[in-house]
């Protein structure tokens, strides 16, 4: 069945699933992830376990999964990143789908999270495909009317060459932005072995990168969007 969704992030469940009478059991849920992170048990078998307890959905256990870390991942994560008066004449790296998803799930609407991290994370997935939506266009835009803000030196954006449409929204953004966007088969690698800093909220990126900056959440947070947050830090 082909997918005609029209907006990113949305779920007809979510109403429901956080609202909030849900919200505390979600809060402590988290909480006890990262402290069983900390203790390093395996994360599938701790997820499994804290939401067996509160009786969570997939979707729930997603969102607790994405907002939560362990001590050591929020003390590295939190030594690595830069603030915005920092990037004056700097070169920024974005991870596209990463940044470009989260802002697009922020103006549609759906629901967000600030994880421990304090970084904002989305439930969207990609699943091997990218399909533009209406908030594609405008998304690029804010993020990149943001960028101008922030006085960089050069700023370009990293796409994974395997996910389907990459070249047309490449495209997409080097028409609305002016930026460098490449294809590259492994955007994690590449923001890892880079020098630059690096845009982006993906915990593996965050936990291997020298320097990394929270662009999602400075837009979001700067801007009037009609955003559904639910802090899990």
């Known amino acids: 069945m082909p997918d005609k969704r029209k907006h990113r992030g949305a779920n007809p469940q979510d109403d429901k699933l956080f609202c909030g009478e849900n919200i505390p059991a979600l809060r402590q849920a988290s909480a006890d992830y990262s402290m069983l ?7 599938n078998a701790s997820l499994k376990l804290v939401g067996d307890r509160f009786e969570l959905t997939d979707r729930q256990r997603l969102a607790i999964m994405r907002s939560s870390c362990s001590d050591r991942q929020l003390a590295v994560r939190g030594s690595h990143q830069a603030q915005a008066k920092e990037l004056l004449g700097q070169d920024i790296v974005i991870d596209g789908y990463n940044v470009l998803i989260t802002v697009e799930a922020a103006m549609s609407g759906a629901f967000l999270f600030i994880g421990r991290d304090g970084c904002i994370r989305d439930l969207a ?6 399909r533009k939506v209406t908030e594609t266009i405008p998304a690029v835009e804010l993020i990149s009317n943001y960028l101008l803000e922030l006085n960089l030196k050069e700023i370009s954006w990293l796409l994974d060459r395997p996910v389907s449409n990459s070249g047309r929204l490449k495209k997409i953004i080097e028409s609305a932005t002016g930026c460098q966007v490449k294809l590259v088969n492994n955007p994690d690698n590449e923001l890892i072995k880079g020098d630059q800093i690096a845009a982006s909220s ?6 291997g990168v020298k320097r990394w900056f929270n662009l999602a959440a400075f837009i979001i947070n700067k801007t009037l969007l009609p955003v559904k947050i639910i802090d899990l830090s």
């Open 125 to 130: 997935g990609l699943h091997g495909t990218y």
């Open 37 to 43: 992170l900390t203790k390093d048990y395996p994360p």
């Open 202 to 207: 993906d915990s593996v990126i965050l936990d």
